[in-house]
């Protein structure tokens, strides 16, 4: 078991290398560079500038500055935000990102698992049909309609919760972020809550148990470890994009995480404030494959470690 | 005093489809008492499964079950969920065909014996593992105690079935439904079963109910036998007198389905086809830390062979015996070393390029029906995609002429050629595969256990239609097999695998009458036993 850890962790670090020097070399592909505004500047500045930064060296010898700084966990200044470094910034918006998104998490794993399951075992019923039309809606409206629909009603008409902001997580101010970040997963383990049940309620090994007595409650755990694995797989990566922030909710609750950081770092080819919101995704997206992984191996005994 | 336990009266299911409704069980009453075996024998679809599994209420939830089914005078037939999850487990319990997916593989052995004990009996956690130690060992699992904490995938096909078959008996019961408990296992596995089941009804007293398909197995253990088809009864009886003197036609043509004859030797001037010497097919298992230590499976582990024209190798074994390999490795579908000679070319040298014309010549029939032919394709784009390859420079209408010509030559309907392979039966769908091959006039036709997914009497006639066309066509075959009773009918010589090994190859009547290894005698006793082979 720590072997297979062990492995995983060794194996991630060739990826990671080969996601950091992609991202680096298709941001300077990019035609413009960060110092680039709509007035262009005098040629003495921006040389100055390019100096500064170490952007006048050859790009080899830039890449492999930057590889040398990341291994001693420094990311660099960043180019746009002026006197912050990327570290700075990552650290100070990633909690927030992080609390929204493991919150929104639990709620999909939770909600969407129970909707699924009870959908499963009253196939075709009302219930059934709700929840699959509630798993249609939650996937296909884009949550950049919900959350202004849900400012509207619960901030403005009814008053129940602030419109957007911070105020240093407050429960109150984090239930509606959570929720339109929550919807579209909640809709999606439904469905595939409610598709693997319905399978593994047919399965041989549930009809052993039917035949020998067991209960309602017996057949449900037994079928559900079994229907739970594939919804591990997707939530796995999808963990780690929620847990990196989401550009859309964070810019309309007027919240201060990192999602926004991707789409302003890549507009403003603010090189090093990318590469880093590429790193935490990079490291996010390989640390949850693993725990799935474990996980896995964990629930099913046909997995092995070696 | 009535002293039959178990009663089926006037029973009929119907299924609700898209397709309307489907009557699947008309009617059907019969009845077990304790200590007796009762055998449902019929074909695919007969409704001797639905029988059992409505009674019980474990039918699919568009099922309708009327009529009456009691057990010591409780009705089960719309009885409650809550009043059957207290018989069943209990009082009657079923054990079923598949032993690799009928225990959770994600919990122990143990843990799903105990639930079934704890479920009907008050005992402590504690009283309930001995008693799971106590069964494990009764239907003689080794070192049961520790065998507890083992998952089903850690065990072999034949120790699963022992272990449903200890959870069906954890509480005693006064019925027992077996479903086909020995069809997917290996002979000599089959015949431990049988004799384990009957062993632990003398002890225990119960009923069984046996439903199979197989008239070896009902003659070897069953008092009493009803002969199903289409949903009905059509004969029912003590077994000797229904296999003696069958009054109904169905019965008969069960009875005779068995594959008989044998098959005229060839000339023994018949010049050789293949020549295989020490055909080894080895793989490398990697493992440890960085994949370097590494243990070789030996597949088939040098096996020699020679088969003239219009000749039959049967190749016996049991499952993982490597004789499906050996078919692959000689048409190089498998890595092989060694020497294999077709006609007068070496095999084991040629590149894939240079195996390509020759493949023609060395067709290949798959045990699957339903896996081996795309469901996307038509029949006639299946049947005709090897002269593509084989003879590119065909029209369209040839190719098309080609096709029917096939069809024909398997016994179908030649229009039947612009129809999808799920519109087929099995036995169909397998005449399909074999004017695949056949198309393509081959001289080697490697047959891979190609009777073994159908039913006795569909066996029977595809059997005759193989050896049909190794006489028009002067084919040889390599059959595969694990049944002894279709390789008699087949071939003219027989090679018994197991481990990859050669353990006992000569002629067929010699062989069979006079086996000389005692892995081959015990294979021979346990096919004659389950009645694989009359007498």
């Given amino acids: 078991m720590v072997l297979f850890v062990l492995r995983r962790f060794l194996s991630a670090i060739p990826t990671l290398f080969v996601v950091v020097t992609l991202s680096f070399f298709l941001m300077r592909v990019a035609p413009g560079g960060p110092f680039d505004l709509e007035q262009p500047l005098e040629a003495k500045i921006m040389e100055n500038l390019n100096r500064a930064f170490g952007l006048d060296r050859p790009l080899i010898e830039q890449y492999g500055r930057y590889l040398l700084n990341l291994l001693s966990g420094d990311l660099g200044p960043s180019f746009y935000i002026r006197d912050f470094s990327v570290a700075e910034i990552l650290l100070k918006g990633l909690p927030v990102s992080m609390t929204l998104g493991s919150l929104a998490i639990l709620l999909a794993l939770v909600v969407g698992t129970t909707l699924g399951v009870i959908a499963s075992l009253r196939q075709n019923s009302g219930v059934d049909y709700a929840v699959i039309g509630f798993a249609t809606a939650g996937v296909t409206i884009p949550n950049f309609v919900v959350a202004p629909l849900f400012q509207i009603i619960f901030g403005l008409m009814l008053s129940w919760l602030p419109v957007g902001g911070w105020n240093n997580g407050a429960v109150r101010n984090i239930i509606l972020p959570v929720i339109v970040l929550a919807l579209p997963q909640i809709a999606v383990v439904a469905r595939m809550t409610r598709a693997s049940m319905i399978e593994a309620l047919r399965s041989d090994h549930v009809r052993t148990l039917r035949s020998l007595g067991m209960g309602q409650r017996v057949i449900v755990l037994h079928a559900l470890r079994g229907a739970i694995l594939p919804i591990m797989s997707y939530l796995g990566p999808t963990a780690a994009a929620l847990l990196t922030g989401s550009v859309v909710v964070e810019t309309i609750f007027g919240l201060p995480g990192i999602g926004r950081y991707f789409v302003e770092g890549a507009l403003n080819r603010d090189y090093t404030l990318v590469m880093g919101t590429v790193v935490v995704v990079a490291i996010f997206v390989l640390l949850f494959n693993m725990i799935v992984d474990i996980l896995y191996a964990l629930l099913d005994p046909r997995v092995r470690y070696e | ?535």
Avoid: W
Avoid at chain 2, 203 to 219: E, K, N, P, S, W
Avoid at chain 2, 227 to 252: L, N
Avoid at chain 2, 256 to 280: I, M, S, Y
């Fill in chain 2, 1 to 535: 005093m009535d002293r039959a336990q178990f009663h089926i009266r006037d029973l009929h299911v119907r299924f609700r489809t898209q397709a309307g409704e489907l009557h699947a069980v008309k009617g059907v009453s019969l009845s077990v008492a304790r200590g007796e075996t009762l055998a449902i024998v019929g074909e695919s679809g007969s409704g001797k499964s639905q029988t059992m599994l409505a009674a019980l209420g474990l039918i699919a939830s568009n099922g309708v079950v009327t009529g009456s089914a009691t057990l010591s005078g409780q009705e089960l037939i719309g009885a409650s969920e809550r009043v059957l999850n207290t018989i069943r487990g209990a009082t009657v319990t079923m054990i079923f065909q598949e032993p690799m997916t009928s225990l959770d593989p994600l919990f122990t052995i143990g843990q799903q014996i105990i639930a079934v004990i704890r479920r009907h009996r008050k005992l402590s956690q504690s009283e309930a593992r001995a008693e799971a130690v106590a069964l494990l060992e009764r239907v003689r699992i080794p070192d049961a105690a520790n065998r507890l904490a083992a998952y089903p995938h850690e065990m072999s096909g034949g120790q699963r079935q022992r272990v449903m078959i200890a959870m069906a008996l954890a509480n005693r019961p006064d019925v027992l439904v077996a479903d086909e408990p020995t069809t997917a296992l290996d002979v000599t596995i089959q015949s431990e079963i049988l004799a384990l089941l009957a062993e632990l009804q003398r002890d225990m007293g119960m009923a069984i109910v046996f439903i199979t398909h197989d008239l070896g197995v009902v003659r070897r253990i069953a008092n009493r036998v009803a002969v199903m088809r289409y949903g009905e009864i059509v004969e029912s009886g003590p077994v000797r007198q229904v296999f003696d003197a069958p009054r109904h036609a169905y019965t008969r043509a069960l009875l005779e389905a068995e594959p008989g004859g044998t098959k005229a030797a060839v000339a023994a001037d018949a010049p050789v086809l293949l020549a295989a010497e020490q055909v080894r097919v080895h793989y490398a298992i990697r493992s440890g830390f960085f994949g370097r230590a590494k243990r070789v499976i030996r597949a088939v582990d040098g096996v020699s062979l020679t088969l003239r024209r219009g000749e039959t190798l049967g190749v016996v074994g049991e499952s993982g015996s490597g004789k499906s390999t050996l078919g692959r490795a000689i048409v190089k579908l498998a890595p092989a070393s060694g020497m294999i000679r077709f006609e007068d070319r070496a095999l084991v040298p040629l590149s894939r390029a240079e195996m390509r014309p020759l493949r023609r010549s060395l067709q290949m029939v798959f045990q699957d029906p339903y896996g081996s032919l795309s469901p996307r394709m038509t029949v006639g784009e299946i049947i005709t995609e090897g002269l593509l390859v084989h003879e590119p420079a065909l029209s369209a209408a040839a190719r098309d002429r080609r096709a029917a010509e096939a069809l024909e030559e398997v016994q179908l309907d030649a229009a039947l050629r612009n129809r999808f392979p799920h519109e087929f039966s099995g036995g169909q769908r397998q005449r399909i595969a074999i004017a695949r091959s056949m198309i393509l006039k081959p001289q080697l036709v490697i047959l891979d256990e190609p009777t073994s997914a159908l039913d006795r009497s569909i066996q029977k006639a595809i059997v005759d239609l193989l050896r049909d066309l190794q006489k028009r066509h002067d084919l040889a075959y390599l059959f595969i097999s694990h049944d002894l009773a279709v390789v008699r009918a087949m071939a003219d010589k027989i090679l018994v695998m197991k481990d990859g090994l050669v353990v006992e190859q000569g002629p067929r009547d010699e062989l069979i009458r006079h086996p000389r290894e005692d892995y081959t005698q015990r294979l021979l006793a346990a096919a004659t036993q389950t009645g694989f082979l009359a007498g």
